[in-house]
């Protein structure tokens, strides 16, 4: 069977770099909206490394991200092709008038992989875990991001099994925006009890699929979530291979070994759109590209501020973006 492939570009948290899907017959989700993907109930994923864990927390790599979203969800989420804020695990909120306090009306009737309730104590465990040094699951991780994300919480408190409290040490305009972080989308309490630290590779959240089989360097199996509660998702399984060098993953992708891909080389993009079986998808970035100057240097030149203004006049971000990423 011939199959309909399709490539895009710019998922959020990337910039400069292609995303490319083979995708036919069924629906998948994308940051572009729901597309046809492989008459197949399997849909295999070509990510440039593998992931390194299965705790949201301790990922710090956009390839394992984009594997374990898969798992966890947030209490709020993006509209897919947008950054504005939809409902996730959290149907409804208030934020008070003085913008310190966030009350979450919580789904109901929700639950985590291994079984267990999704609730407001699971929601106050698994953020507490990160900003709590003794709490009973602290040490089952390192949070990279905790005094990013949870840093200006003062206090999280279930107010009853379906509502939950934050209250901020001070006004943080974006922070339901924070709230869809990777870092801080919930773990189940009883998981992080029955693993501690093993919870890496024993996930267990509440999104669309649940980890099924890892082989390290070879494969990562996700299963189907039937009972999740926005629905049991068309595709059935998802498999995430590494795939590191990029001439690789686009021989992959041609020959059908892979349905999906990223971070295509932009100078493959022209080539790409020609084929009449692949489709480019491009959506917009909120991922940055910077250098960073050390202005705590007491030695030239970069103590002099004219030097630092000087380097940044010199470089022409005009033509990176035009030459080097081909318009990406």
């Not at 919480?153 to 509502?163: G, N, P, Q």
């Not at 773990?187 to 669309?208: E, N």
């Not at 489709?279 to 917009?284: D, M, P, Q």
Request: zero cysteines; proline letters at 7%; glycine letters at 8%.
């Amino acid at each position: 069977m011939k199959r309909r492939k399709r490539y895009g570009r710019g998922m959020p948290g990337i910039v400069g770099a292609a995303t490319a899907v083979v995708l036919a017959g069924l629906l998948w989700a994308t940051p572009f909206g729901a597309v046809a993907v492989a008459d197949s109930d399997t849909l295999v994923v070509g990510l440039v490394a593998e992931p390194v864990t299965f705790d949201p927390p301790q990922v710090t790599d956009l390839n394992t991200a984009r594997a374990v979203r898969r798992i966890y969800e947030g209490l709020t989420g993006f509209i897919p092709g947008t950054y504005d804020i939809e409902p996730a695990l959290a149907e409804s909120w208030d934020i008070s008038d003085d913008g310190t306090v966030y009350t979450f009306r919580l789904r109901q009737g929700v639950k985590f992989h291994d079984g267990s309730p999704f609730d407001a104590e699971a929601v106050k465990y698994s953020m507490e875990r990160q900003i709590i040094d003794d709490h009973p699951a602290h040490a089952t991780g390192k949070y990279p991001f905790a005094k990013n994300y949870l840093g200006n919480v003062d206090t999280i408190e279930a107010v009853d099994s379906h509502t939950v409290k934050f209250t901020l040490k001070e006004p943080f305009a974006p922070f339901l925006q924070y709230l869809t972080h990777l870092s801080i989308r919930i773990v189940s309490p009883k998981a992080l009890q029955d693993w501690g630290a093993d919870i890496a590779t024993h996930p267990s959240g509440t999104g669309p699929y649940k980890l099924a089989e890892w082989q390290p360097g070879v494969k990562a199996v996700f299963e189907a979530n039937e009972d999740y509660w926005d629905g049991a998702p068309s595709v059935k399984k998802l498999v995430f291979v590494p795939i590191v060098e990029a001439q690789a993953r686009l021989s992959a992708i041609t020959t059908g070994e892979i349905d999906l891909t990223y971070d295509v080389p932009t100078e493959s993009l022209e080539a790409l759109r020609a084929e009449p079986d692949l489709a480019v998808l491009e959506g917009l970035s909120a991922h940055v590209w910077y250098f960073i100057l050390n202005t705590k240097l007491e030695s030239p030149p970069f103590n002099n501020k004219l030097v630092r203004q000087a380097m940044n006049y010199a470089v022409d971000k005009e033509a990176i973006v035009t030459n080097i990423l081909q318009g990406t």
